[in-house]
């Protein structure tokens, strides 16, 4: 009994005693290491090898700011130096540690004081403008003013252009031109649908993962403290729930507020009074006011087809061609196929979509030019490898099916061949895999990767080798070995092979005479092949075929031609009327017009979106007639506002017709419905008013208005036409239209008068101020008396009810 106590003592004790070593061994391990690499540290740091991390990381912040020299205003050297010294007294391991890292990697990678060099030169700006692009010369006018105006002051500074146009008209493009001129580098962010505020002013250091505002990232990222930072999509800037975007957007763009910005992670504050913004907008009344009021709106309107004609082909194509690797000599797209293209593909205001399907074209083409190249290849391949062997592994199926006979022959030699030697095999297979990837590479390279994969392969063929030749066994270089293997593969071409390469030769050389007959190949390249020489030997002396064939394989290998040459004699690709629904599909628009003479109640207006101007047109139908079933129904998803100017439309169509026809009854015993075609596109807006008169005017007298008018223009009670937006957009839609005839209220002549001539030329434009003018125009009569109808609209309710 007390035996068992003392071994159940004993054992326990030894069990502690082997726990009690174990740890020893794992603290003083630990230990142990610790020590040695503090020790190694410390050597290192004592011959200099290396700094501590903080040393390290103060002297790259130091490093930094001296290339600032002077221009870190002192302020900021305080907080940089009071950071760093914090910095030394933190645990690296800690998390402020790395707070105050970031920091500081922030603080001193802002260009303080680093200002590329403005450059006011009026000539070259006007250069670098019309380099860029086509017309816009009022643009480009209003840029050379700022421009020169900056000369005369010596700074741009204080100025916010606002750029405004529908979208694709080249606004983006114009910013980037102004940065190119003044020398000065681009930033562009856009705030569209923005609504947080630190997006703009940044985060508070205190949160995880904070980051500075864009304004910051982008002083940063251009590496200089005046660049031209181009804001986009002001116009949409959203609604904060925390902060209001708009106001962070004022305090930066503001030239009284920004000499010192403050952004909430940098704290301290920069000077943004010398970057030059230039906004962008679709449309500026969204823009909001005092952000509006602060900036120096230039507007772009859009193009008439003419102008993107110009674009098109000056600057558009070249870009697109280029962009997609295409030479001038290899394909084009005619006149007539752009022409084409801008009427019925794509008739917004600006060019992006045009520019979309230019690409689009020279993508297809560009697919068309590399298919052609591999067939091409493929040809040359068939054409260039004179054995059988070789033949029936490149020949595509297709090729060989048609030659039955000669594929029976060559199927009973390779089948042959493959069970007399395993070896050549292996270098059949060898070659498919040259040939399959020299097919796939890009053109620059492919002969040097077909060269690494023969080499490649040659090496897969070393053991094999290895066995039967020995003083090549040391060998490492590729082309060695390539032609060590060449050499063990001459004596083993036999009778079979030789057979076979006696009768391919022949069908080679017409096989290649056919091909150059149909212009597919060209000469230099069969020379490149030396495929007559190949052939020749082959048939004169059938012994010499293995070595011909090696030869003829290193030929392809090595000489392979470029995309370039190979395309060099394929015919132009050329894209006409006829051919381009091939690349971009069926047309898009018929016809901006619905109707070629409009029918009874049926006028056209015009309209104008942020989109561009467009024709628009009112039509009006009667639903029922009895006595007193005077009404009017109106479809055509329109607005309020639209809907309140077709009942103001009804009650002075209606004083009007008692004017001109006292015992008509017309709109008192009619029930009417006015549509405003396309029925999916919200309409709104004041301006189609005297349209939708004349509409009903058109229905109550059955008659049609005149062929080729367009009319636009806020309408009163009394009939008087006031003033609308978008003359231009307007007019550039109705010269789209084939409209002869303009009516515009008489306020917007000066708009009318503005534009350039070739817009406004071959118009008959009346400009008018009050509707009995337009009902002249519209039915081609003499108002009996406009006194008399003017005073009769003005006596009539303002109720549409009937
Ligand atoms: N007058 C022009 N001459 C030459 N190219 C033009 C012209 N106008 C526009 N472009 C080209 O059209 C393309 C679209 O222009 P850009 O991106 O500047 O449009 P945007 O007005 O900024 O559009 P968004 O409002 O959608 O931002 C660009 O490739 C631009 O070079």
Known sequence: MALTLLKKDLDIYKLQASIAKAIDEKISGEQRKFLLMEQLKAIKKELGLEADDKTALTAKFRERLKEYKDGVPEHVLQVIEEEMTKLQMLEASSSEFNVTRNYLDWLTSIPWGQYSKE????????????????????????????????????????????LSGPPGVGKTSIGKSIAKALNRK???FSVGGLSDVAEIKGHRRTYVGAMPGKMVQ??????TANPLVLIDEIDKLGRGHAGDPASALLELLDPEQNA??????????????????????????TIPGPLLDRMEVIRLVGYISDEKMHIARDYLEPNARTGSGIKPEQARITETALSVLIETYCREAGVRNLQKHIEKIYRKIALKLVSKDAEIREKMKVVSVPTGTDEDFSRPAAEVDDKAEDKIKDDECLESHERENVKDEDQLKSHEVSSEVSSEVSSEASSEVSAEVSSEASLEREPNEKETEEQDSTSSDGNAISQDSEELQTPKSDENENVLSDGKAEKNVDEMHHLLRSGVMDKSSIHGTNMEEASDKDVNNPEDSSEIKHESVDDSVSEEPSIEEILKDVEMIVVDETNLSEYVGNAVFQSDRIYDQTPVGVVMGLAWTAMGGSTLYVETTKIDEGEGKGALQLTGQLGDVMRESASIAHTVSRAILREKEPTNSFFRDTSLHLHVPAGATPKDGPSAGCTMITSLLSV?????????????GEVTLTGRILPIGGVKEKTIAARRSGVKTLIFPKANQPDFDELSSHIKEEFDVHFVEHYMEIFKIAFGEESRNSEASLSAAESCSTSTEQ
Request: hydrophobic share 40%; proline share 1%.
């Open 119 to 162: 450059n006011f030169d009026v000539r070259r700006a006007q250069k670098i403008l019309d380099e860029d692009h086509y017309g816009l010369t009022d643009v480009k006018e209003r840029i050379l003013e700022f421009i020169a105006v900056g000369r005369l002051r010596g700074s741009v500074q204080g100025k916010i252009i606002c």
């Open 186 to 188: 681009f930033f562009r």
């Open 218 to 223: 982008c002083l940063k990222s251009t590496g």
């Open 260 to 285: 010192n910005f403050l952004d909430h992670y940098l704290d301290v504050p920069i000077d943004l009074s010398k970057v030059l913004f230039v906004c962008t907008a679709n449309v500026v009344e």
């Open 700 to 712: 109550a007298m059955n008659k049609e208005v005149k062929k080729d008018v367009a009319m636009t």
